[in-house]
């Protein structure tokens, strides 16, 4: 128990700041899918369709690409690998919820006086479309941290998570899976806290897209 509360506190933040839920500190994260809303066109286009690449690989698949690319000769590049594999595995779900808000709101009343009286894309985009764009996004967000959840603890339990020193959820569960009967609690406790946290941040993401109006059909 004592392993998986640890490992509660550390995975917890790791997922939050990997998944670019903080958009103040991680703005970059939806950055393609504002500039392809905004401008449409071949960028537009060009843009979607990288993220329908990206989306259409299974995030642990991805993810295992990314590791493997990354660190499958230098074993002390595995933390950073994990850290860009969940930043590509979020960054198409984030993205594709920019793009397809910064179109419904590129097309307003305020961004067309906007344009009129000669304000720059720049700051059309940053003062006026992305607050808006902002809490489609962290709806989004609470799903995209349940699937950076998963996958990391999935990539550790394999055995290309963080190191053997380094306490996850995934870490745990893949240390009790090695010897299951002995020390199946260290399957099932971790088991339940992720499959308790992923419902939490599932229901949260429905709440805040049922709130601010997210509609899947704009994507």
Do not use: Q
């Not at 960054?91 to 919820?97: A, V």
């Not at 939490?200 to 509609?215: I, Q, S």
Request: hydrophobic share 55%; aromatic share 6%; glycine share 10%.
């Amino acid at each position: 128990m004592r392993h998986a509360v640890a490992g509660a506190h550390r995975h917890a933040d790791d997922a939050v700041h990997r998944a670019g839920v903080d958009l103040a500190r991680h703005p970059d994260r939806g950055a393609l899918g504002l500039i392809g809303g905004y401008y449409g066109g071949k960028v537009g286009a060009l843009i979607s369709g990288v993220f329908d690449v990206m989306i259409a690989f299974p995030a642990l698949i991805l993810a295992l690409l990314v590791v493997t690319f990354y660190a499958a000769e230098d074993p002390s590049r595995r933390v950073p690998g994990i850290i860009l594999a969940l930043v590509v595995v979020a960054t198409p779900i984030l993205g594709r919820i920019a793009r397809a808000a910064t179109i419904s709101w590129s097309t307003r009343e305020f961004v067309t006086a906007a344009r009129a009286v000669g304000a720059k894309s720049g700051r059309i985009l940053i003062r006026e479309v992305l607050p808006n764009v902002a809490p489609a996004m962290m709806s989004i967000a609470m799903l995209g941290i349940g699937i950076v959840i998963v996958t990391e603890a999935s990539l550790s339990v394999i055995g290309l998570g963080v190191p053997a020193d380094t306490v996850s959820w995934g870490s745990v569960t893949g240390a009790g899976a090695a010897d299951f009967r002995h020390y199946s609690h260290l399957v099932f406790v971790p088991g339940v806290v992720i499959l308790v946290t992923v419902s939490t941040l599932n229901f949260l993401g429905d709440a805040l897209r049922r709130k601010f109006d997210v509609r899947e059909s704009v994507l």
